[in-house]
């Protein structure tokens, strides 16, 4: 069954979900720092939630990177590898898969983190900082790995 608000798909013994996200950087100096979000279960991750109605991938990680950070002035750089999970919500088994997008900020933009979603934190880390301080380790590591990756070619920068 496909809600109209969002895309779970619910099987007699799992729901499967499917979001977007994005791995935001913006340059200072003429070094990227990384933005990270502080989550409900008091984690350091990324921007990222379910993909609403009918809407693209890359739309639905824009909205979620501005909705759960404030950060509203993107740019696409490059897609990422989708991260795929298990997780149990309310007793019941929940595959997910998130599609990464790696984006730049333009402007200044204030850090506003979405309280009421409970992300309680929004800060931007240099890409070794942002490496110590990311948990969910098995997924969020070698996405961010591969993102500082895709800034150091796309700007040919060395950090």
């Known amino acids: 069954m496909t809600n109209e608000h969002d895309l779970r798909i619910t099987l007699n013994f799992m729901k499967i979900?499917?979001?977007?996200?994005?791995?935001?950087?913006?340059?200072?100096?003429?070094?990227?720092?990384?933005l990270l979000i502080k989550d409900h279960n008091n984690k350091w991750t990324f921007p990222k939630g379910l993909i609403e109605d009918n809407d693209a991938k890359i739309a639905?990680?824009?909205r979620e990177i501005a909705e759960e950070a404030g950060v509203k002035k993107v740019s696409l750089i490059s897609s990422l590898s989708p991260v795929k999970y298990w997780y149990k919500w309310k007793g019941e088994l929940v595959k997910k898969t998130v599609y990464y997008y790696l984006?730049?900020?333009?402007?200044?933009?204030?850090?506003?983190?979405?309280?009421?979603?409970?992300?309680?934190?929004?800060?931007?880390?240099?890409?070794?900082?942002?490496?110590?301080?990311?948990?969910?380790?098995?997924?969020g590591h070698k996405l961010l790995k591969e993102a500082i990756g895709k800034i150091k070619s796309s700007l040919q920068l060395s950090f």
Not at 117 to 133: M, N, Q, V
């Open 17 to 34: 979900e499917i979001s977007a996200g994005g791995v935001v950087f913006k340059l200072k100096n003429n070094k990227p720092l990384i």
């Open 60 to 62: 639905t990680a824009k």
């Open 103 to 139: 984006f730049k900020a333009k402007g200044q933009e204030k850090l506003v983190p979405q309280e009421e979603e409970g992300i309680t934190e929004a800060k931007w880390f240099a890409p070794k900082k942002a490496i110590e301080t990311a948990n969910y380790k098995k997924t």
